[in-house]
């Protein structure tokens, strides 16, 4: 087992695979369910709870439509075409704890604008109206809950039987495996990665398309788009093109290079990202808020900020990385401590850990401006209703959890030269907070 095989405690393993099987998909229903039919209130959706109890809330579940599955079978399909067809620059990750360098095409942005011009181009010519996707909602996310289990089960049986690469292994415990993942990149062929694909190509990708369907259903809905809608899916749009101009750097982050492909990172992608992640413009289409002209300019600069800023963190480090230090960071060389670390085949490596930039604020500072910037697509939304700040919410948990899980990673990988940093560095996200 290689290094990026973070020791999961059994114990831990079991209450969240238990609590994501069993509160997880009942809430993406519910949250759905709010938004859509019970005016975006939690207390509504209560009501109706305690007056119907849970054949209530069975009654409500959308089932899997064959609308939805197509809906799911052509846009999955599509999306792997374009992964496998479209060209692109060769792109090497990161070398893997084993040793392997896995290569990747590096044709995102392609993809990227292929998805949005085809699907926007469907709309204006009538050939499909995006209407039909949010008025089917529920029940792809239905067929998604389900398809996605089937998916890791897949994933489960692939890891034992046919693993893609050495950076693979079963830890002995059929719960761990199947929940954190066998294959740290597990292949059909030898081009279709299957991360690249759940993560960014189906999931971040979705996210794109299901702001603009958010958007095209208000239009058509109401004859006009409200400012809100207008400053929710710019900010959205422009944070998933800042991914996918970036992607080939997401493949050197922990989702890709540490986390194996199991139940928690893929079924994450697969269905919390298209529902979680675009819920504030879901709630939008029915409340149509109208900020004026400054204030939603003001919330619309300042989330373009915070992504800005957000992504010059990841560049910053990867720049740093990828010239050896020898770049300028704001203006000046850059403090950097020289790390050595050994892999689990007992070889000794040399890695350099930045010190100055952003780097040098605090050790996770990336994570302020990426919930800062999920504040701003919500905030158009005013404060009516709760639940479309639950992604802001779950998203500051989900960073500070794993700024701490990358802390842990970190120091056994480093060791000495970590505590170096964090002398150097002391906080870990807020300087001069937390
Ligand atoms: P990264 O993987 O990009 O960064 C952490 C890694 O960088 C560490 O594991 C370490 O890896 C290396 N590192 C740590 N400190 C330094 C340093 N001082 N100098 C150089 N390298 C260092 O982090 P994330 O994957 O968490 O974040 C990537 C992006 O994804 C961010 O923009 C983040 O906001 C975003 N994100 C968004 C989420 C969402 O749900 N919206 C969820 C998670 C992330 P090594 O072993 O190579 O040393």
Known sequence: M????????????????????????????????????????VLQTWDY?????????????????????????????????????????RVE??????????????????????????????????????????DHLGEIFSALIFGSFIFCIFLYIKGHLAPSSTDSGSCGNFIIDFYWGMELYPRIGKNFDIKVFTNCRFGMMSWAVLALTY?????????KIADSMVVNTTLMVVYVTKFFWWEAGYWNTMDIAHDRAGFYICWGCLVW???IYTSPGM?????????????????????????????????????????????LVWGKAPSKIEASYTTSSGETKKSLLLTS???????????????????????????????????????????????????????SKYGKYWKLYC????????????
Request: charge should be positive; include cysteine; hydrophobic fraction near 45%.
């Open 357 to 411: 930039g952003w780097w040098g604020l605090s050790r996770h500072f990336h994570y302020v401006p990426e919930i800062l910037a999920a504040f701003f697509w919500t905030v158009p939304g005013l404060f009516n209703h709760f639940l479309p700040y639950f992604y802001v919410i779950f998203l500051t948990i989900l960073l500070f959890d794993r700024a701490k899980r990358d802390d842990d990673r970190c120091r």
């Open 283 to 327: 709630y939008l289409v029915n409340h149509p808020v109208i900020l004026g002209t400054k204030l939603a300019l003001f919330i619309l600069v300042a989330g373009i900020l915070c992504i800005y800023v957000n992504y010059d963190c990841d560049r910053q480090r990867q720049e740093f990385r990828r010239t050896n230090g020898k770049c």
């Open 423 to 434: 002398n150097k560095v002391p906080y870990r996200i807020i300087p001069g907070i937390y």
């Open 49 to 89: 709870l305690k007056q119907n109890g849970f054949q209530g809330f069975i009654n409500k579940w959308p089932k899997p439509t064959a609308t939805a599955w197509k809906i799911i079978g052509v846009y999955a399909a599509f999306e792997a075409a374009l992964l496998l067809l479209l060209p692109g620059k």
């Open 215 to 223: 958007c095209i259903k208000q239009f058509e809905q109401n004859g």
């Open 93 to 134: 990750g990161p070398i893997s704890p084993v040793g392997n360098r896995p290569v990747y095409k590096d044709n995102g942005v392609a993809a990227y604008l292929v998805t949005l011009t085809t699907y926007l181009g469907l709309w204006w010519f009538g050939i499909f109206n995006p209407s039909v996707v949010y």
């Open 2 to 41: 290689g290094e990026s095989k973070t020791v999961h405690s059994p114990i831990v393993t079991y209450v969240s695979m238990i609590s994501l099987l069993t509160l997880c998909p009942p809430f993406v229903i519910l949250l759905w369910y709010t938004m859509t039919h019970a005016d975006g209130s």
């Open 273 to 275: 990202v298209p529902s």
